[in-house]
């Protein structure tokens, strides 16, 4: 069965390592931290300006001066550190995070990412995305396999305007694991229950499926 | 010590006038400078340029100007809060610089420090480099992005004296701390001005030869966007 949001962020949770600084962005990456091992020491950055963010706040304990990128009211935890824009942006442009984790709507077999604007439709803007993607060595893209109509999100060449070129490594949906190299996406694992044959007919760019494909154990 | 100290938000924006750059600090509604905003309001200026991380919502922050139609251009990284912006922008009224947010930061830096350009990796290969000057080091493609100007900063910090010395709060730091001398004028409210010499100059994050006129604000709603909460157990 293909997974929900959850069961992609409960995925991508056993890519983050012991001593990892680890950005999040928003909607699926987001869950991510309540899935992380907590035997393992972790801090999760968000780029308005803290370090060691912790969980949301109990009912009436919100202050609105502590946010996260999303501006949801957070708390943080003990060793936290909180910092101006400037500086939140070298630790991503210094490449000081070690994992960074967002969504896309589009991802190409050569490693380009859209995920900031529908010409004519939807102008929100890139936020810190077009920073964190054009950094960080290690991004993992968190996003559905296909989109609401049921297209392919995992495509030759990305259709919408680029939020950066040649920068994804890894994509985990809800249907598998995929790595990017020499311009194409090579199948890792399947999502429980989930056939080769459903994951080939879901990509339109180009899948590379070497040998027997494990199920991912999460 | 020398004195930035003015009396009240119509002192401190003294010499607003139409046409101007501004900038504006906060993220979201988080640390934004709700006094000077108030009273860019009441003095109508129209025709103005806003650099400001995001445009507020409809009816607070920056979404308050853009209700009245005083703002000419934003120079924003994310504006996905506010339906009147997103009309303005479609319809061609309002004029908009999307602009990574790492970059806006450092086009704020740049002015503070007097850098006139960097080069950042941020928004190669896509519509944000068009047209800009691009350049290999080492083997990976940078943007040369100009330092911003800017006739007036507006900031908000938590506590500050008459020096012009800031403490900020929190993730209300945010954008504040980097347009701090990064115009030709540095407005700087706090919720709390106290009195010189009680800030510990170890803990002071931005120092007053950075400010040009403080003053105490007053009548902070100081609004959450998203409040999001967990229940005991």
């Not at chain 1, 968000?46 to 949301?56: A, D, K, Q």
């Not at chain 2, 330092?147 to 929190?170: E, P, R, T």
């Amino acid at each position: 069965m293909a997974l929900d949001k959850n069961g992609i962020a409960k995925r991508i949770a056993k890519e983050v390592k012991n001593g990892y600084y680890v950005n999040l962005g928003i909607g699926i990456p987001t869950l991510v931290a309540n899935f992380v091992r907590d035997d393992i020491e972790v801090e999760f950055q968000s780029e308005n300006g803290v370090l060691g963010m912790g969980p949301f706040p109990f009912d009436g304990e919100e202050d609105a001066d502590i946010i996260n990128a999303g501006k949801q009211t957070i708390t943080t935890m003990p060793g936290a550190s909180f910092f101006d824009s400037a500086t939140s942006f070298s630790m991503i442009r210094g490449k000081h995070v070690h994992l960074t984790i967002l969504g896309a709507m589009e991802v190409a077999e050569n490693g380009d990412i859209a995920n900031w604007k529908i010409p004519g439709k939807m102008v929100k803007g890139m936020g810190g995305a077009m920073d964190l993607v054009a950094s960080a060595d290690n991004i993992i893209v968190a996003m559905m396999h296909t989109n609401k109509r049921g297209e392919s999100k995992l495509l030759k060449k990305c259709s919408l305007p680029l939020t950066g070129v040649g920068c994804v490594t890894k994509v985990v949906t809800n249907l598998a694991v995929l790595e990017i190299k020499e311009n194409a996406f090579h199948l890792l694992e399947r999502a429980p229950g989930v056939s080769v044959e459903e994951i080939k007919n879901a990509t339109e760019g180009t899948l590379i499926v070497n040998g027997e494909i494990p199920e991912m154990k999460i | 010590m020398i004195n930035k100290k003015v009396n009240n938000v119509e002192e401190a924006l003294n010499g607003v006038k139409d046409g101007m750059t501004f900038m504006l600090g906060g993220f979201g509604l988080c640390g934004i400078p709700e006094n000077a905003i108030s009273e860019l309001v009441k003095l109508n200026v129209r025709d103005v340029t806003c650099i400001s991380n995001n445009a507020g919502v409809d009816d607070f922050g920056l979404g308050l100007l853009l209700q009245n139609k005083q703002i000419k251009k934003m120079i924003s990284s994310y504006v996905g809060e506010n339906d009147e912006f997103e009309r303005q922008m479609l319809s061609g009224e309002l004029e908009v610089e999307l602009t990574p947010q790492g970059t806006l930061a450092e086009k704020c830096r740049a002015a503070q420090a007097g850098f006139p350009a960097f080069y950042t990796p941020a928004g190669f290969g896509t519509e944000v480099a068009e047209g800009k000057e691009t350049r290999d080091f080492d083997g990976k493609m940078y943007v040369l992005e100009p330092a911003f100007k800017a006739d007036f900063a507006f900031v908000k910090a938590w506590k500050g004296d008459a020096a012009g010395n800031l403490v900020f709060k929190g993730t209300a730091r945010n954008f504040n701390a980097n347009m701090c001398g990064a115009a030709k004028i540095t407005v700087a409210e706090v919720e709390e001005l106290v009195p010189v010499g009680e800030l510990d100059p170890n803990q002071i994050h931005i120092p007053g030869i950075f400010v040009q006129r403080i003053f105490q604000g007053k009548n902070y709603e100081k609004r959450i966007e998203q409040r999001t909460v967990r229940q005991k157990n």
